[in-house]
């Protein structure tokens, strides 16, 4: 099935938002694969029937993180993996997500392995393409 | 050409001793989808007529595509299209004479666009307006406004009464309007889905005062929500700066505050919760919280149910 956007209206996630974690998603599980190409900020906008800025702030967030391109003349496309970010920063970009998830499971009285289980379980629910074969620069 | 549409300097309207809009002041910028949201009556149709000069403010002013709203030349009417509260039409008028009659009033008419518009709507050209459905009214009435393909299209609750079909037809109307750059919309509305589909900025009048005008995504950010248990009865919130909700329920206590600041962290650590949480807030929960009644509050359910009522 080709990938399509939706968007819920009245959610906690404004609209921008939802459009980046599905792209970003859909990138991260393989059903979008460096090279597809995305619709215009206009298409979007018109299928989604959601104001154009929108969909643009969220394209150009995606651009900046590396994970969609703008080909000059041709559209936009689902960049080849790579890393823009250093380590370090992508480790103070996961910190604080991972220190969240062990405070609030500790506080709700779940053991490590429980923690490190379900964490596998998400993981594993993902399908990540094999293998993940990511540079760090 | 000014970078706003629209620009409100300290606008003001009394009707006798009453104050239906008290000096508020903001700025539509050029090629915005601009959403001003309030209960009923809290002065947004006064407001939008008060910009079409339909209706003289008592003090301040406004400029709309760079002119006095008291005195908008002709030219500059010609590049303003307005869609009325309800949509009022000449009912005695067929369709297609209210099209001869409101073309005559502009420099260019898109004929075609009309038709696709009236089209979609379902609706004969022969037809008279008197005759027609809520939802054919204001697919006529929009036809009208945006066949002269406005520069500042004004729309007061455009989506009253409207079924979902032709809500979502008035959606594709306002993303259309986007295709020309640097048109801008001012529009008023209840529905907040479609307000958060299309607005980029958005101003909420409450009780005649203006108490936001900001991008979406700011207005977003800067309202939170809170969730705090407590091991016994949840203490009352106090003096937060801020605070625009308060709901007492048992042991939870749930706050929705303005602006937060470090200081507002602080105030919500000294309340002595058992545990803190941020709630994520839809853009109706934020502005449901601004409209409300300041401060401690009860839903209907909670004050039927104390008062044994039901």
């Known amino acids: 099935m080709p990938f399509e956007l939706t968007i819920l209206p009245g959610s906690g996630s404004p609209i921008f938002r939802q459009i980046i974690d599905q792209v970003r998603l859909a990138v991260a599980t393989g059903r979008l694969a460096p090279g597809d190409p995305l619709p215009s900020v206009r298409a979007a906008a018109e299928r989604l029937l959601v104001n154009p800025n929108t969909v643009a702030k969220a394209y150009g967030e995606l651009t900046r993180d590396g994970v969609i391109e703008s080909q000059p003349g041709r559209g936009l496309f689902v960049a080849q993996p790579r890393q823009i970010y250093t380590k370090a920063e992508r480790l103070r970009r996961l910190m604080p997500l991972a220190d969240a998830l062990v405070h609030e499971g500790v506080s709700l009285g779940f053991a490590s392995n429980e923690i490190l289980e379900f964490l596998e379980q998400r993981l594993a629910r993902m399908n990540l393409p094999e293998p993940a074969r990511r540079k760090t620069p | ?310």
């Not at chain 2, 539509?28 to 079409?52: C, D, E, Q």
């Not at chain 2, 705090?228 to 329920?249: K, M, T, V, Y």
Request: glycine letters at 10%.
């Open chain 2, 1 to 310: 050409m000014s970078e706003a549409a629209i620009e409100v300097r300290g606008l003001t309207r009394f009707f006798g001793g009453k104050c239906a809009v008290d000096q508020a002041s903001f700025c539509v910028p050029r090629g915005s989808v601009f959403a001003l949201l309030g209960r009923n009556g809290s002065g947004k149709s006064t407001m939008t007529r008060m910009l079409l000069g339909l209706l003289e403010p008592t003090r301040g002013s406004a400029t709309v595509l760079g002119e006095d709203c008291r005195n908008l030349s002709p030219a500059t009417r010609g590049r303003i299209g307005y869609v009325a509260e309800g949509h009022p039409l000449i009912g005695w008028m067929r369709v297609r004479d209210l099209e001869s009659f409101q073309r005559s009033f502009y420099r260019q008419w898109d004929g075609r666009l009309f038709q696709a518009v009236i089209d979609h709507f379902g609706l004969d050209r022969k037809a008279k307006a008197g005759n027609l459905s809520r939802g054919q009214r204001a697919g006529l009435s929009l036809a009208l406004v945006l066949a002269a393909r406005p520069e500042l299209l004004v729309m007061d609750d455009p989506s009253m009464g409207l079924d979902p079909v032709a809500r979502r037809t008035l959606l594709e109307a306002m993303i259309l309007v986007t295709r020309d750059a640097g048109h801008t919309i001012f529009f008023t509305s209840h529905v907040l889905d479609d307000v958060e589909r299309v607005a980029d900025h958005v101003a909420i009048l409450d009780r005649s005062v203006l108490r936001v005008s900001a991008p979406v995504e700011v207005f977003r950010q800067r309202v939170r929500r809170w969730a705090l248990n407590f091991a016994g009865p949840a203490p009352s919130a106090g003096d937060i700066p801020g605070l625009l909700e308060a709901r007492r329920d048992g042991q939870s206590l749930r706050l929705t505050i303005a602006n937060p600041s470090p200081q507002t962290e602080r105030s919500l650590s000294e309340l002595g919760a058992l545990g803190i949480e941020e709630q994520p807030l839809s853009l109706e929960d934020a502005v449901v919280a601004y409209l409300g009644d300041r401060g401690q509050r009860q839903s209907l359910l909670q004050q039927t149910q104390e008062a044994g009522v039901l």
